[in-house]
């Protein structure tokens, strides 16, 4: 429940959210219980909402269960599509991937947490589940150290203090200390390395994505196997090819910006 609103704030769409990503932490098809639950409405509250989304065709009811429809991925997409986040980002990334021969990806900061807006993924026996969308604790992956670390001071503790939206349970769980030190360490190299703290046998190397006023707005990265890929490999071999990624997909973003008006209003 939220502790304060404000007097523009609309209850119901804030409520109809919170049942679409309550799907996510309970299952891809979930009774009403388990949405009240996981959302703490009332149970008439949520029934309502789930009937409200399946006449818009985001929510398909059958029996007493429900589940989420394709399209919700237009509500993503939106986003995608209107940032231009993928086709800026898609070239780099997969010339990164295949460079390296690992899978690449590009995330932005919500909240304490990453969300994954661009991927390009190499077939291994042994990989990330990641996918757009997906989001994980910023604290313990290579790509939130680089957008924790371009955060002002202020910024920086209101976002440590917000809770993570993430249904991972990750490997690692710094403490403050911890992190801020990791943080410094970040802003003096100018890229950030992870080793296993999401998950077993899971590191990886990331740098920043620059806009044309020089803000971090996104974070490239090269994730790898620990078994295939060594620390000494993702810093020597991939991570010079990782910033001429970065810096490629910052220009880029920095010109998509720039674009005559006339292109904008088309």
């Not at 947490?113 to 910023?138: C, E, M, Q």
């Amino acid at each position: 429940m939220r502790d304060s609103t404000g007097p523009e704030f609309i209850e119901a769409i804030a409520r109809g959210l919170d049942v679409i990503t309550a799907f996510g932490s309970t299952g891809q098809s979930v009774t009403l219980a388990d949405l009240a639950a996981s959302t703490g409405l009332a149970r008439p509250t949520v029934r309502r909402i789930l009937l409200t989304l399946a006449e818009l065709g985001y929510v398909r009811a059958d029996g007493g269960t429900f589940s989420l429809t394709a399209r919700v991925l237009d509500l993503g997409m939106a986003y995608v599509s209107a940032s231009s986040i993928w086709e800026i980002a898609r070239p780099h990334l997969t010339e990164l991937s295949v460079r390296t021969g690992e899978s690449c990806s590009l995330a932005q900061l919500d909240g304490s947490d990453i969300v994954y807006v661009a991927r390009v993924a190499v077939p291994k026996l042994v990989t990330l589940s990641v996918s757009i969308g997906t989001r994980f604790p910023a604290a313990v992956t290579s790509l939130g150290k680089v957008l924790l670390a371009a955060l002002d001071p202020a910024e920086l503790d209101r976002v440590l203090a917000l809770p993570s939206l993430s249904a991972v349970v990750t490997a690692s769980r710094p403490e403050r200390d911890e992190i801020l030190a990791s943080l410094r360490e970040v802003r003096a190299a100018g890229w950030a390395l992870t080793d296993q703290q999401l998950g077993p046998a899971i590191r990886s190397v990331a740098a920043p994505v620059r806009d044309g006023s020089g803000r971090v707005v996104a974070a490239v990265n090269v994730n790898a196997h620990a078994a295939e890929t060594s620390v000494e490999t993702l810093i020597d071999e991939h991570l010079p090819a990782l910033l001429t990624a970065a810096s490629a997909i910052s220009s880029d973003w920095a010109r998509w910006e720039s674009r005559p008006l006339a292109e904008l209003v088309r």
